[in-house]
């Protein structure tokens, strides 16, 4: 986890696999990321019907765009985990494929069933915040 945010859990309420909170100190930056969604280079949908590997192509594709930026899944204080269903079992694949990918960095996530994605044959979106520390001056770009 980067060293500078904190994941809040609390003693008070339910324990889940997810922090309820995170702090992030005002000398970072953060990166708000457009949705992470199941395409390949060509702008396909990949893996029709298949909730799981959605959801692995999802956070690779996550993780692209978080490099291009400088920061890796360790630096994501938020995720919004969107899965076209209305079957909760659908959600579980989707949430728990996804959790295993950011192993111990239990950020605050929501889960939220909807009826359709963006994509045709979309199921699974994942929304995100980050934060990395600030380029130095002499890093900055002109």
């Not at 060293?3 to 708000?32: C, F, G």
């Not at 949705?35 to 029709?48: K, R, S």
């Not at 694949?93 to 950011?102: G, P």
Request: charged content about 25%.
């Amino acid at each position: 986890m980067n060293n500078k945010i904190s994941l809040i859990h609390s003693e008070n309420l339910a324990q889940t696999d997810y922090a309820y909170a995170s702090r992030v100190p005002s000398e970072m930056d953060l990166l708000y990321l457009a949705g992470a969604c199941p395409l390949n280079i060509d702008g396909e949908v990949q893996n029709l019907n298949d909730y799981e590997l959605q959801a692995k192509t999802c956070v690779e594709n996550l993780k692209e765009a978080l490099k291009e930026c400088g920061a890796s899944l360790n630096d994501v204080v938020y995720t919004r985990v969107l899965v076209a269903s209305q079957d909760r079992s659908d959600l579980v694949t989707a949430w728990e494929t996804i959790r295993k990918e950011f192993g111990d960095h239990d950020v605050p996530s929501t889960l939220s069933g909807v009826t359709v994605l963006g994509y045709k044959n979309q199921l699974v979106e994942i929304e995100s915040v980050a934060a990395i520390e600030k380029p130095s001056e002499s890093n900055e770009l002109i």
